[in-house]
């Protein structure tokens, strides 16, 4: 059974502060990606990685960064906080193998940037 | 790059009727469209996919059909249950090294008794 986890259910953070998000799965998937989800908006992609410190922008990469140094850990960075960062974000991983992969999510954080 | 839009975004539907989400995407190079549920507090979940060389595929009492010429997808349920009720998420992709998936911004469908 695949296993996403996340590193924090909750978190709150102020303005200005490092925010580190961590995600690790334990299926071997060559595939990791970043999201955060906002009512209304859907499901948006930050960033994703296809392989050990390979990463892609996303659509909404502005303010984020990520590392992959590890197959089955993705790390979502804020480097700086902002009020605007406040969201649900998941993280996802899957096979490599083009399209039909499914993705398995993580529970999600849910940050507060105050 | 993809657009997919997604209607309606609030659906209520009585209990043993049919519910029926549409999407619609731009990019006609897609060819992966899945849908994902996602039930309140928890995780999005693969329900159901299609590939862009079936126009119709049904599991159970859900079925997804897709018209490529005119570029979109729906997700039909039938004989719907209070187990239904979810958020739902339609997304396509255009494949590659890295399934990249775009999705569209969902429907929260309410079964109600």
């Known amino acids: ?114 | 790059g993809e657009n997919v839009e997604q209607h309606p975004s609030t659906l209520s539907v009585q209990e043993g009727d049919s519910a029926v989400i549409k999407c619609t995407y731009s990019d006609s190079a897609s060819n992966y469209f899945p849908w994902y549920k996602q039930e309140l507090g928890k995780r999005p979940q693969l329900i159901i996919d299609i590939r862009s060389n079936v126009g119709e595929k049904k599991d159970q009492r859900i079925a997804v059909t897709l018209n490529k010429t005119a570029k979109h997808f729906s997700l039909h349920i039938t004989e719907t249950q209070p187990e239904d009720s979810a958020v739902y998420f339609c997304a396509a992709s255009k494949g590659g090294t890295a399934s990249k998936l775009t999705f569209g911004t969902g429907t929260r469908l309410q079964v109600t008794l």
């Open chain 1, 1 to 114: 059974d695949v296993k996403v986890t996340q590193s924090s259910r909750y978190l709150v953070k102020r303005t200005g502060e490092k925010v580190f998000l961590e995600c690790v799965q334990d299926m071997d998937h060559e595939n990791m990606f970043w999201y955060r989800q906002d009512p209304g908006l859907g499901l948006r992609l930050i960033y994703f990685s296809y392989d050990v410190k390979m990463k892609e922008k996303g659509d909404i990469p502005e303010g984020y960064s990520v590392s992959r140094e590890k197959k089955e850990r993705f790390s979502l960075i804020l480097e700086s906080a902002s009020t605007n960062q406040t969201s649900m974000y998941l993280c996802a991983s899957s096979l490599a193998g083009g399209p039909g992969e499914t993705q398995y999510f993580g529970p999600g954080t849910r940050l507060l940037v105050l």
